[in-house]
């Protein structure tokens, strides 16, 4: 009984080692395979977030450009001022009386 036992783990020894090259084909081809597999993962992971980073950059682009376009120009503002008319309290140059609060610097000197 002991020789049988001995001649079948023999058996399987000689077919494991028979197959050991395929072993090592079929270990590396999984390998290569699951290297593949998480790189392209990762590949996409990293694109999804810089394209989220951009677009999130862009969206700040676009609304200031949006800001911009619906901002009147110069010439409109001046444009529909004039139609108004000038105003009792409107500003034209010089000095400008002030009753605002004083500051310490003015309590200071005055």
Same mark, same amino acid.
């Given at each position: 009984?002991?020789?049988? /036992? $001995?001649? &079948?783990?023999?058996?399987?020894?000689? @077919?494991?080692? $028979? $197959?050991?090259? #395929? @072993?090592?084909? &079929?270990?590396?081809?999984?390998?290569? !395979?699951?290297? @593949?597999?998480?790189?392209?993962?990762? &590949?996409?992971?990293?694109? !999804?977030?810089?394209?989220?980073?951009?677009?999130?950059?862009?969206?700040?682009?676009?609304? @200031? /450009?949006?800001?911009?376009?619906?901002?009147?120009?110069?010439?409109?503002?001046? &444009? =529909?001022?004039?139609?108004?008319?000038?105003? !009792?309290?409107?500003?034209?140059? #010089?000095?400008?009386?002030?009753?605002?609060?004083?500051?310490? =610097?003015?309590?200071?000197?005055?």
């Amino acid at each position: 009984m002991s020789s049988l /036992v $001995d001649r &079948r783990h023999l058996l399987v020894a000689a @077919q494991l080692l $028979d $197959d050991l090259d #395929g @072993q090592r084909r &079929r270990e590396r081809a999984t390998f290569e !395979e699951g290297y @593949q597999a998480g790189f392209e993962a990762g &590949r996409r992971a990293g694109a !999804e977030a810089a394209e989220e980073e951009m677009r999130a950059a862009w969206a700040k682009v676009a609304e @200031q /450009v949006r800001r911009t376009a619906n901002t009147l120009t110069y010439d409109e503002l001046a &444009r =529909r001022r004039a139609a108004t008319g000038p105003w !009792e309290d409107e500003y034209r140059g #010089g000095p400008v009386e002030w009753e605002g609060p004083r500051t310490a =610097r003015a309590e200071a000197t005055g």
